[in-house]
Every structure is written in C-alpha cells, then in structure tokens.
C-alpha cells in the first residue's frame, strides 16, 4: 500500500474549506498522459492556484495505475522545480464500485469519487457509507453524489439528467459522512451539453444555454451550511475553439457549453470544486488539427503535442483567473 502523503499529496480537506471562506472554487483538471500533467502544474504554478489532478476510471485503465502514481508524484516535485509547492490532490472521478475506490486509496489518491446516484437513494446511501469509512481510515477525502448529469465523459453516460433533491442532501451527508458533494443543478458531461432547441438566440445570433439551476444550489445551502459543493460537467466550450477544429477538418455539431459567468457565480458560493475536461479535450485537439493542416508533412510528436501542451496551460490559467478564482490561493 502507498500513503499518498508519500508522494507529496494532500486531501481536500483544508483546500475546500480556504476555498468555502474565500469565495472561490478550486479548479479539478482532467487528465492521462504527460503533456496533460505538464499543462496542468505548469498553468497552477504560473496563477499560485491549488490543484486537483483527475483521473477517470477510463484514465486509470489508458494510462496505468501505476505511471499515474508516479506522474502524480512527478507533478509534485515538478511544480518545486517550478519554484512553487502548490497543494495538489490525486483524485478519482466517477468512480463506481467500492473495490475501484479501495484500489485507488491503496495505490496513493488522495481523494476518490464514489458514484453512486445510478443506484436508488438506499444503495448509494450504503455504497458511499462503506467508501468513506475504508477512505477515512486511511486519511482520504470522499466526494459522494446526488442527482443525475447527463452526457458522457468516458465510462459515464446518462441521457438524462435528476436534479438533486434538497430534502435528501441532509440525511445523505448525516449517513454517510462524505467530504463534499456532488450536485446535478443543470451543468452536463461532454461539449454537448444542450440542443440548440433548448437555448435561445440572443441579439447576435448566439445560442444561449438556459441558466443553472441556482435556486437549487441556494436551497442545498441552506440545508448544509458550509458544506463543500462540486459541480461536474462544467466545461464552457469555448466557441472559437470549435471553430479552430472544424475550419481544420473537425466535425463539432452543436457544442454548447456553460457560460463562464455563471460557473464564476457559482464558484463565489457554496462550490468549492469545478470539475473542467472538455475544454481542455477541445483546446488540444484545436492545435492538433491546426498543426496537421498548416504542415502535412510534419510526424515528430513534439511538434504537434507541445503547442497543444501550450494551448491547455493558455486555457488553464484563463480558467482559474477569471472563472473560478484560485489564482493567487497556493
């Protein structure tokens, strides 16, 4: 068994509350392989942000569960040799059974996702309960969830989304003694994340998502005062983005995101984790497909993964400086 603290990691636990106090969200990157983690570390070093490096059930199994372990450890001592030691959390997303959160405990996360809201209230219920008491005794931060995000992002697909219910969030924490949770207020996996049939049309002929579900989110706060929020699916597809890729061969049909001021809103609240992979899929493959198509010929993968790398960190501080606002928050 390898102890995340080992590795130079750290839980949650102090990031979500700094976070809660400070009005501001930390920002839960996405990633499986090297230039991913050098976008990441690189961008939080340059903004002075905390970090959560994520990892997918599908990222586990692409990457290796042991190179994650040490590209997570790598990322540590990386941000040093960067000249700052930056919190970072290993974290699994969505994970789905209590061995896969056993394994990642035991193999250095820092935190796991149990996933549970598939099942009825009851099971989840239990589920998360038997996670978080394995998590805990080994000083691991749990993340449960209530509610249904629709989409897909790897292993994960609903094609439709349960808002949470307020009157369960009490009780759900109270039993199972979760560290945060994850709520469905309207954000959804994947680019995209809405139908053009359910946006409206502004002045300037751009479709707009309808809004989050803030109510909601007020009303879960009531309930659970100071308890740390996350919202999944919230990457904001930027437009000229999918442009890039299409105007270079792509084929993004209706890619709509969250507006970037409403994740800003939300991560001034109760939120305290943004969960961002869509984007960071779309900014890399933009300069991917550009490359390609301004130079054919080229085949050395440095040459079309290192200005993608460039594109992600460019992305990622945009993110944490002006949406979520853990710049300056290390």
Do not use: W
């Not at 969960?275 to 085949?299: Q, Y």
Request: proline fraction near 4%.
């Amino acid at each position: 068994m390898v102890s995340y603290k080992d590795l130079g990691l750290v839980n949650t636990k102090e990031m979500f509350q700094k976070a809660f106090e400070g009005g501001y969200a930390i920002p839960a990157f996405n990633f499986n392989n090297m230039e991913q983690m050098q976008a990441i570390v690189q961008a939080c070093v340059e903004t002075s942000s905390p970090v959560i490096l994520q990892v997918s059930s599908g990222a586990r199994k692409y990457a290796n569960q042991t190179l994650l372990r040490y590209m997570a450890q790598g990322a540590v001592e990386y941000a040093k040799e960067l000249g700052k030691n930056i919190p970072i959390v290993l974290h699994l997303d969505h994970g789905d059974t209590f061995e896969l959160c056993k394994s990642c405990v035991d193999m250095g996360f820092s935190s796991v996702m149990i996933d549970g809201s598939h099942h009825s209230y009851e099971e989840n219920v239990a589920l998360t309960k038997k996670v978080v008491e394995y998590a805990h005794a080994h000083g691991v931060t749990v993340e449960g969830e209530l509610g249904v995000l629709a989409g897909v992002e790897d292993d994960v697909c609903a094609e439709h989304h349960t808002y949470t219910e307020p009157d369960q969030v009490e009780d759900f924490v109270k039993k199972t003694g979760v560290d945060s949770l994850a709520i469905s207020i309207g954000t959804s996996h994947g680019a995209n994340k809405f139908t053009p049939a359910q946006c409206t049309t502004n002045a300037d002929g751009v479709l707009v998502p309808p809004a989050l579900r803030f109510d909601i989110l007020e009303e879960i706060e009531k309930r659970i005062p100071g308890f740390p929020i996350v919202l999944h699916g919230a990457s904001s597809v930027p437009q000229d983005l999918v442009a890039v890729i299409n105007n270079n061969g792509g084929a993004m049909k209706n890619a709509i995101g969250i507006p970037e001021e409403q994740l800003r809103k939300a991560a001034a609240s109760a939120v305290c984790k943004i969960n961002i992979d869509s984007d960071g899929r779309i900014a890399m493959t933009a300069s991917i497909r550009k490359t390609f198509n301004e130079n054919p010929a080229e085949f050395d993968p440095r040459k079309y993964l290192g200005p993608a790398r460039d594109g992600l960190k460019d992305l990622y501080m945009h993110k944490v400086n002006n949406v979520l606002g853990s710049a300056n928050k290390a």
